[in-house]
């Protein structure tokens, strides 16, 4: 199977290959079960494909979770491959780490989505950051409607 790389439409690659757009759309289909085509767009817009010759990890990390929920986007700095299991408690003491301004002040929407609080602060204990998440938290509380946290793990 000819296979091409780069960024492309389906209209794109059926010109580039000299096949019908149902045959393209079959080629992609198979090149996204082997892992090599990463999908954007969709909806109202046109879907763009970015094809590599190469299987591509599939990231699910920090600024995936953050600019899900946060209301200030975040471009990544770094590419965040998580396996298995990320929480939202994980990315409050990623976020903490990172130090950014900008980065934690797109975590402080995180302290909206927080179901477990024994967590994150098992969390802060392991990478001694308590103090840092109770003043990012306190700044949460201030400027936007969190959810309280239990009178036992406050300072």
């Not at 000819?2 to 439409?9: A, E, L, Q, S």
């Not at 045959?23 to 767009?41: C, D, P, Q, R």
């Not at 909206?112 to 949460?140: C, D, G, H, P």
Request: aromatic share 8%; hydrophobic share 30%; glycine share 6%.
């Amino acid at each position: 199977m000819n296979v091409i790389t780069g960024t492309h439409t389906i209209e794109s690659v059926a010109k580039e290959l000299g096949i019908k757009k149902t045959s393209a759309i079959n080629v992609i289909s198979k090149l996204k079960k082997e892992g090599k085509v990463t999908v954007s767009g969709g909806g109202r817009q046109k879907r763009i494909y970015k094809i590599s010759t190469t299987q591509q990890m599939k990231t699910n990390g920090f600024y995936d979770l953050v600019n899900k929920y946060s209301k200030e986007k975040l471009v990544p700095s770094f590419k965040h491959v998580i396996h298995g299991r990320y929480t939202i408690e994980q990315a409050i003491i990623d976020g903490i780490k990172i130090g950014d301004t900008r980065t934690m002040e797109a975590t402080t929407y995180l302290f909206k989505k927080i179901t477990n609080w024994k967590r994150l602060f098992n969390l802060a204990k392991k990478n001694k950051v308590e103090t840092q998440v109770y003043n990012l938290y306190s700044k949460a509380r201030k400027t936007m409607k969190c959810r309280r946290m239990p009178k036992r793990y406050e300072l």
